[in-house]
């Protein structure tokens, strides 16, 4: 395992841990944090995340003999979307009709579906050795992308996530860890993954981590997809990402 993913693992869990606390006490300043965030989660989708499960598709274009529809990843990807959103809309729902209890019993199955989520993206890291500038741009987004979601589940039960949730999250974090150093699966496998966890990925920052329009702080936001994007596409042309 290189040191870059050594050090992203160790982010990537204290960020579990300590999410809140890495979030501005302050309204205005706290707004202004989740609008840059947005911006540069946003940005990332449409210019890695996206483009790479284009690459992805093209890779398995090999594996004619099973696939033929040019899409197969694509369709992975959806299924990610359609699996997370339908958890998360049971959740809200039992919230909305003022079923606590079921909400709360809910909320675990929330928190072992996220606790998946991590251990997958541990995974694809570890495995796609991920090196140098990428990793930290990577790493950058990803985490941003993390302390969003720990936060929004942090909202929904705060004692749930502060004493059991987070550490869950961050176990996610190790298993995938464990399993990118010891696991070789095959190509086609972890383009599956990718593709997986591609979809649930732009759900969560699409529709999570943007600001509603009463929250939102329009600069600051530009600023945030303004800025990754010419970074990453800079990037991108000069050391062929």
Excluded at 61 to 73: A, N, P, Q
């Amino acid at each position: 395992m290189s040191i870059d993913a050594f050090i992203m693992g160790i982010a990537f869990i204290f960020i579990h841990l300590f999410a809140n606390s890495l979030i501005p006490s302050g309204r205005i300043q706290r707004l202004k944090w989740f609008s840059f965030s947005g911006g540069l989660a946003v940005s990332y989708v449409f210019v890695y995340v996206l483009p790479s499960l284009h690459k992805e598709q093209l890779l398995v274009k090999k594996y004619g003999d099973f696939f033929t529809m040019e899409s197969e990843l694509y369709f992975v990807g959806l299924l990610g979307v359609l699996l997370f959103y339908g958890i998360q809309k049971v959740v809200r729902k039992a919230q909305l009709n003022h079923k606590n209890r079921k909400a709360r019993m809910l909320f675990w199955l929330q928190i072992l579906f996220f606790g998946m989520y991590n251990m997958l993206i541990a995974y694809t890291v570890i495995s796609h050795n991920v090196l140098g500038i990428q990793a930290v741009f990577y790493g950058l987004a990803v985490g941003l992308h993390f302390v969003a979601v720990a936060h929004d589940l942090w909202r929904e039960y705060a004692d749930i996530y502060n004493q059991i949730g987070r550490y869950v999250l961050a176990l996610g974090i190790i298993v995938g860890w464990i399993m990118g150093m010891l696991v070789d699966l095959s190509p086609l496998t972890e383009s599956f993954i990718f593709a997986f966890i591609s979809g649930a990925m732009i759900l969560n920052v699409l529709k999570y981590e943007l600001p509603p329009d009463d929250e939102a702080h329009f600069p600051t936001f530009s600023i945030g997809v303004i800025s990754y994007t010419a970074v990453t596409m800079s990037l991108k042309f000069f050391f062929q990402w």
